[in-house]
């Protein structure tokens, strides 16, 4: 999704602004800009594509600059285009780069027409710097003229400015978007992106909603929604490169794959003692309010939806709670009634997912005991927001394509799953069992990791295919769906999943050699007629790849047996979507996709 940098120093900051354009690319974006300013004049550069492309010109062209913006831009009104690119200008004198969208653009940009001004893109940011501009010739100042203009935008919104006629400040805004200042020596930062700015500073702030701030190379200040001058918290965060780098790997999705051992590891540690879970991991009174649930809702996207799925089951069958999920962008709108005593759940790995944030904006308003978030950004609006958080602490995820995110997730909402059953007083003996399994997870995904051979062997058969469907059952279902997302995010099949005792009732219809089924065959008491849903596939001449308990011995004819490590019946699914993590790693890998940047996506969706 879009990313924002901007930079006030006492040396040249073209190249720290590129260099943070690059720590965004993981975001997803389709092209890239910057607006730099030369004293006399505003050097405006733009490129469709990636950020090298930015970067070509910049070398080519070697603008010096001590005020800056720049941005990486992902589609969202008018097309890919270097016209519809950030920065966006008004009579080459206010610049302006802008996340979010402006929900009124239409009815703004007639009027501003009507002003006089025109229109070069089909975007609803390029108005933001028309409307600066106005404001500006009336005789405001750009600060005051932000907030003029802020009283017209509608929607979300993260905004940086520069004016031709002042070299020193630039002015931001937030609003719904997020948007953070980055304090160095002799320099400030604005970004929406901690990682964009992680190079040059370790001490962020973190804007609130309405902030405005005015930034120059030695100072800055913030105004709230009011215009009341305010100091907001500073926060000190090592992002270490380590983290922000692929060492070895190919791709960071490789290395994000290859980490979960230690990823998982991260989210137990000090959490789990003796037989049991620690009291308050979520915040302090966490485990008394606990005791008192009576009703699950959990909303979030995406992956972070596929693992919440799997908690459903698991908090009825440990912690004996009814649970309900919603897609975060649908809740809103099936007008949820919400009993008494229910706890409203949001997982996300960014925290910053618009659907998300606005889901738990809406249940704040209804009558929830609370809300609880798992998330594995600290300094998100998501934690923030929340009354409960455990944070995954899987470190930065690079690749847009969710893999230890999720594993961490699953990890964290079992955590949960044996919480809620804590304070309730329930199946003390199944919670030491999961309680001493989740100890040994981190080895047994260690474990999984290994068939990675036979995965590749299996990987030539699927990619040179136009579709392919998953099955599972019970708790293995969302992990068929997340390993169907995986497969069509990266490498472009469609795939699609489905509860094994489904294909009966539809799906078997598109059974030939050209739909490779990748079945989910652990140890359970349904292990028998997954069996025999297999069987109805092999019998149509479907190839099956199947990912099965050591203990299933079925003839797979062309398709291929691989057998996973044993684990604790409730703990498996998070083993089980390790070889898929793989599998459609390796697949993209021979369509020569862009794995960690897939065309049309983005890693944080922050608009809805
Ligand atoms: C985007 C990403 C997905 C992710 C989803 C939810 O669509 O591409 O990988 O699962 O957002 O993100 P969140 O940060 O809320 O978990």
């Not at 589609?75 to 996340?99: F, L, M, Q, R």
């Not at 918290?233 to 790997?249: C, L, P």
């Not at 609006?381 to 594993?407: C, H, Q, Y």
């Amino acid at each position: 999704m879009c990313g924002i940098i901007a930079a006030a120093s006492t040396r040249n900051v073209g190249k720290l602004l590129v260099q943070g354009l690059h720590k965004m690319e993981y975001r997803g974006y389709d092209s890239a800009g910057i607006a730099l300013h030369q004293n006399e004049s505003i050097a405006h550069l733009r490129a469709l594509g990636k950020v090298q492309l930015l970067e070509n010109k910049m070398i080519a062209e070697k603008p010096k600059s001590k005020l800056g913006i720049a941005h990486t831009r992902w589609a969202t009104h008018g097309e890919p285009s270097e016209i519809n690119a950030h920065p966006h200008k008004s009579k080459d004198s206010v610049y302006i780069v802008h996340n979010g969208i402006i929900e009124n653009y239409v009815d703004l940009r007639e009027s501003l027409i009507g002003y006089g001004y025109e229109f070069s893109s089909q975007t609803d940011s390029e108005l933001i710097a028309h409307l600066l501009d106005l404001h500006m010739n009336e005789g405001n100042s750009m600060l005051d003229a932000m907030y003029l203009a802020k009283e017209k935008l509608e929607g979300a919104y993260a905004i940086a400015a520069i004016d031709i006629k002042d070299n020193t400040n630039l002015v931001v805004a937030r609003n719904k978007s997020p948007l953070l200042i980055g304090l160095g020596t002799d320099e400030m930062f604005a970004a929406s992106d901690p990682l964009a700015i992680a190079q040059m500073t370790n001490d962020f702030i973190f804007l609130e909603d309405g902030d405005v701030a005015e930034i120059s190379a030695n100072s800055y200040k913030i105004f709230d929604s009011s215009k009341k001058e305010v100091t907001r918290e500073v926060t000190h965060i090592d992002i270490s490169n380590q983290a922000t780098s692929k060492g070895d790997y190919r791709h960071f999705m490789e290395k994000e794959i290859y980490e979960q051992p230690e990823a998982v590891s991260n989210t137990i540690d000090g959490r789990i003692g003796g037989e049991d879970v620690l009291d308050n991991i979520f915040g302090l009174g966490s485990s008394d309010l606990f005791a008192k649930v009576k009703r699950i809702q959990i909303v979030a996207c995406g992956t972070s939806l596929h693992a919440g799925r799997v908690a459903a089951n698991w908090f009825s069958s440990i912690a004996e709670l009814p649970c309900q999920i919603d897609y975060a962008s649908e809740y809103r709108y099936r007008n949820p009634h919400v009993d008494d005593d229910s706890l409203i759940i949001t997982i996300s790995q960014s925290g910053e997912t618009a659907d998300t944030l606005a889901a738990l904006s809406y249940a704040k308003e209804k009558n929830y005991l609370a809300s609880l978030a798992i998330c594995n950004v600290p300094t998100s609006s998501l934690a923030r927001e929340s009354d409960f958080v455990l944070f995954t602490n899987a470190g930065p995820e690079i690749g847009v394509a969710s893999t230890k995110a999720f594993t961490t997730q699953l990890a964290a909402l079992m955590l949960l799953a044996l919480s809620l059953a804590k304070s309730k007083d329930l199946n003390p003996k199944l919670r030491g069992r999961i309680t001493n399994a989740l100890r040994l997870l981190p080895e047994i995904i260690s474990e999984s990791l290994l068939q990675k051979e036979q995965i590749v062997a299996i990987a030539p058969s699927i990619a040179n295919k136009d579709n392919a469907l998953f099955l599972g059952r019970g708790i293995f279902y969302p992990i068929a769906k997340e390993g169907a997302l995986k497969l069509k995010e990266i490498s472009y099949i469609h795939a699609e999943a489905y509860p094994a005792g489904e294909l009966k009732h539809g799906p078997l219809a598109l059974i030939d050699e050209n739909m490779p089924v990748i079945a989910l065959a652990p140890e359970s008491e349904i292990a028998e007629k997954l069996i025999s849903n297999l069987e109805e596939v092999k019998a149509r001449g479907g190839t099956l790849y199947v990912f099965a308990d050591p203990s299933v011995k079925m003839d797979v004819k062309a398709g291929e047996l691989v057998h996973m490590p044993k684990c604790d019946f409730f703990l498996t699914p998070i083993v089980y979507n390790i070889p898929l993590q793989i599998l459609s790693y390796e697949v993209a890998l021979l369509r020569g996709t862009d794995i960690d940047q897939p065309r049309n996506l983005a890693k944080s969706v922050t608009v809805e």
